[in-house]
């Protein structure tokens, strides 16, 4: 059981691409979210999605989208990389959003 | 939108030490409440949760919290930490049937030996 998996583990952009943080669960969970996570600041919502199609907006979304296809997959993108999207990414999944989060391994995104 | 706070950013403790890691929030009603736990290089791990009943959960590897409805408090305890308690710890809190996660700022352990 693989649980959240995260692609890739690391990654280094210049400030403009474009890339996609890759997000898949096997649990069937109905809710997704990412967060980023920045020194002294905790773990802060980007977005979030209770089921496929469905996508709705966390705390800090900007520069940042997402889409909700299937119940396993939940992509962030980038869509103009800017250095202060340096950050630790975690997705998260769950059966529903008021249960505890499964979390991935994080991707290490540095943007130059 | 709610909100938590978590008291002590850093907190340095000795081996068999007690510990008490604050949290407070600010929603005012109906609230789900967890406490992860981030080991250095690992991804976060549930610690407990607190959904209903007694207010005072038991969670994974001797931690417990207790619910202070009146004071909007959660607070992790430890009777007697361990070096490999050391680790990050984030309150989170969820308003029952709304919005997302939303983490406290962490507060980061470290047990001597």
């Known amino acids: 059981n693989a649980g959240v998996t995260q692609t890739p583990k690391f990654q280094v952009l210049k400030t403009g691409q474009s890339m996609t943080l890759q997000c898949a669960q096997d649990?069937?969970?109905?809710?997704m979210s990412w967060y980023r996570q920045d020194p002294g600041m905790g773990l802060r919502l980007i977005h979030y999605?209770?089921?496929?199609?469905?996508?709705d907006q966390g705390e800090v979304p900007n520069g940042y989208n997402v889409s909700r296809s299937t119940t396993e997959d939940f992509p962030l993108r980038l869509l103009s990389a800017a250095p202060s999207q340096t950050s630790v990414y975690f997705c998260?999944?769950?059966?529903?959003?008021?249960?505890?989060?499964?979390f991935g391994d994080g991707t290490r995104l540095s943007i130059l | 939108a709610q909100s938590v706070s978590q008291h002590n950013h850093h907190v340095i403790l000795s081996e068999a030490a007690s510990l008490e890691l604050g949290c407070n929030y600010s929603?005012?009603?109906?609230?789900?409440l967890f406490w992860y736990v981030q080991y250095p290089g690992q991804h976060l791990q549930l610690l407990l949760k607190?959904?209903?009943?007694?207010?005072l959960v038991k969670g994974i590897k001797g931690f417990e919290a207790e619910f202070i409805k009146s004071k909007f408090s959660f607070n992790l305890r430890k009777p007697s930490v361990q070096w490999s308690d050391t680790a990050e710890y984030f309150c989170?809190?969820?308003?029952?049937?709304?919005?997302?996660?939303?983490f406290g700022k962490g507060t980061h352990l470290i047990i001597q030996p």
């Open positions: 998260a999944s769950s059966r529903d959003l008021n249960q505890p989060q499964h």
């Open positions: 929603y005012g009603g109906t609230v789900n």
């Open positions: 989170a809190v969820t308003p029952g049937g709304a919005d997302g996660l939303t």
């Open positions: 607190y959904f209903s009943g007694d207010p």
């Open positions: 649990m069937n969970h109905e809710y």
């Open positions: 999605s209770v089921g496929a199609g469905i996508t």
